[in-house]
T-cell receptor, first 112, second 114 residues
């Protein structure tokens, strides 16, 4: 089944404890992105990648890192999480520019 | 950077009536405008998109119009049904020269009243 998967789906952590949210797609898509969703703010793009080893900042990259060492995986890294990073995070992928983007199920993160 | 404004933030419509959601964008170079639907507790899903070389696109009960001069685009849903109740997001992107930034509006909560 073609899909985008994220792990974990729910995470409670404490300020400063490094964490990684994994994202994987099995559709051989070139493009992958990370978004955060907050009430009243909609979805905001954190980082995107157009291919292996090609990443760029979205609108809210501060406090996040990403890597794209393989086509199927695009992990989101929070080196030192802070409470303002408490949010719902979505990974997404699409085959090429201006084509349908498929979202993962979301990861709900709470930073205490 | 790009700024996308979306109105209204909430919209209630009688079943069978039409619903219209409007978005404006700031960057005249934006060339791709997708619309996403997000049901409660679910992930966003693309419902329709339009490219800057087209003024209107339809898919059954859903249509999107684009006015590049005024920098606004709208989602039209006709003959609304209860399953249309969801949050709808517009977005704008300038997809060229290796740029894939996608900026979303803040969403419209659409409620269909039976």
């Amino acid at each position: 089944e073609a899909q985008v998967t994220q792990n974990p789906r729910y995470l409670i952590t404490v300020t400063g404890k490094k964490l990684t949210v994994t994202c994987s797609q099995n559709m051989n898509h070139e493009y992958m992105s990370w978004y955060r969703q907050d009430p009243g703010l909609g979805l905001r793009q954190i980082y995107y990648s157009m291919n292996v080893e090609v990443t760029d900042k979205g609108d809210v990259p501060e406090g996040y890192k990403v890597s794209r060492k393989e086509k199927r995986n695009f992990p989101l890294i929070l080196e030192s999480p802070s409470p303002n990073q408490t949010s719902l995070y979505f990974c997404a992928s699409k085959p090429h520019s201006q084509e349908t983007q498929y979202f993962g199920p979301g990861t709900r993160l709470l930073v205490l | 950077g790009e700024n996308v404004e979306q109105h209204p933030s909430t919209l209630s419509v009688q079943e069978g009536d039409s619903a219209v959601i409007k978005c404006t964008y700031s960057d005249s170079a934006s060339n791709y405008f997708p619309w996403y639907k997000q049901e409660l507790g679910k992930r966003p899903q693309l419902i329709i998109d339009i490219r800057s070389n087209v003024g209107e696109k339809k898919d059954q009960r859903i249509a999107v119009t684009l006015n590049k001069t005024a920098k606004h685009f709208s989602l039209h849903i006709t003959e609304t049904q209860p399953e249309d109740s969801a949050v709808y997001f517009c977005a704008a992107s300038k997809t060229n020269f290796g740029n894939e930034k996608l900026t979303f509006g803040t969403g419209t909560r659409l409620t269909i009243i039976p």
